[in-house]
């Protein structure tokens, strides 16, 4: 079994991170736990007593950190990744050691987030969505790790000054462009699609959450952008195409138009539940990421969490896009259940049956070819 991060090297991990001050306010954990409808698993049970212990050393060495107070804090899962978090939590009076985490009592969670300069959330449905809009209200440094494995723990230990340099490569480029062309290959049939950058600004994750009000994923290593959604009047997106998608081992094919996917062209059980989705949310089929991960470039292995897949290659992600700079919120979903962000990770141990066959950013009449048959090029 992986070894936990000890103490030194969790602090280590802080400051890489974080670039901790001298003085610094409080710092929160954050858990989501298990219910009926959402059954706790063996990961998920191992990852509360892997933050339990962060929190344990923390505070048993507390005169060593920075912080103000050290904060454990649960609350019941929201049913779906990125849903709107609960106002009130619970914040733990006295780990006890395992993974039941210990009772506490429900404070306000506003009241939580405004005393805290930094906060980690490592939850089994992710928050990063309502983490970074709650991050731009109360201004602390955030990292959102959903689904964290302990299988990530070494990863946890990479030179992220050097990674985060890597991401601002891809990130400039995503900033310059008006679009990426992708072509994806299934089954021996290639799909291709465009991406419309315009009116949009990219963003990079590449492990340093450094200043107020950011918060990224960790383990982290990508850059990635929402693409724009057509919301200026008599502007349509340039969005469309034609996207495959591995579902166990059918390929769903989606027809994109004005950034959304508003077909299935495929036949089968995978493709009909991915069309009744796009039938009854279609704010579902919205086009809200286009991501490029770096981190296969470091020999790090997928390990079956989005959180860690996502970083290793190219990924597009469905749903909503408000936290990255778009325009489709949970407002946009007609069921506050629906609302979701997701992504489809291409790498092949994620997707096996389909294949990477060019990345091309566009510059008006300059076009740069940056990945081909899943390898980088720049």
């Known amino acids: 079994m992986i070894k936990n991060l000890s103490f030194d090297e969790l602090m280590r991990l802080f400051h890489s991170v974080f670039a901790l001050r001298a003085d610094e306010d409080e710092l929160t954990f954050m858990l989501d736990l298990p219910d009926e409808k959402v059954p706790d698993n063996d990961a998920w049970h191992d990852r509360r007593r892997i933050v339990g212990e962060w929190y344990g050393w923390l505070n048993a060495n507390s005169t060593q950190t920075p912080f103000s107070e050290i904060n454990l804090c649960t609350y019941q899962n929201v049913g779906a990744n990125n849903g709107d978090l609960p106002p009130f939590i619970k914040k733990i009076n006295e780990y006890i050691g395992d993974a039941s985490l210990g009772s506490g009592m429900l404070v306000s969670l506003d009241e939580v987030l405004a005393a805290s300069s930094v906060v980690v ?68 049939t290639t799909y291709e699609s465009l991406y419309d950058l315009r009116y949009r600004p990219a963003h990079a994750s590449g492990g340093l959450m450094r200043e107020p009000g950011v918060v990224a994923n960790l383990p982290s290593g990508e850059a990635y952008i929402t693409p724009y959604e057509g919301e200026r009047t008599n502007e349509p997106s340039r969005t469309a195409g034609l996207l495959p998608v591995q579902f166990e081992d059918e390929i769903v094919v989606y027809r994109i138009e004005n950034n959304r996917a508003v077909e299935v062209v495929s036949q089968g059980v995978c493709s009909k539940s991915e069309r009744d989705k796009l039938g009854e949310e279609p704010a579902y089929g919205n086009i809200a990421e286009v991501g490029i991960g770096v ?31 778009g325009v489709t919120s949970p407002r946009s979903f ?19 049956r389909i294949s990477v066959e060019e990345v091309t950013f566009l510059f008006g009449g300059r076009e740069e070819l940056i990945m081909r048959e899943g390898s980088f090029l720049v």
């Open 121 to 188: 959330s490592v939850p089994e449905l992710s928050a990063t969505a309502p983490l970074k809009m709650f991050a731009k209200k109360f201004r602390f440094r955030g990292a959102s790790m959903p689904g964290f494995l302990r299988s990530m723990i070494p990863s946890l230990s990479l030179d992220y000054e050097k990674v985060h340099a890597r991401v601002v490569q891809f990130q400039e480029r995503m900033e310059l462009a008006d679009g990426v062309r992708i072509r994806l290959r299934a089954n021996g």
């Open 295 to 325: 981190l296969g470039e470091w020999g790090v292995k997928a390990v079956g969490s989005t959180l860690l897949d996502e970083k290793l290659g190219l990924h597009i992600a469905f749903g909503r896009s408000e936290h990255f700079g």
């Open 334 to 352: 007609n069921n506050p259940k629906n609302v979701i962000h997701i992504d489809r990770v291409y790498v092949p141990s994620v997707q096996p």
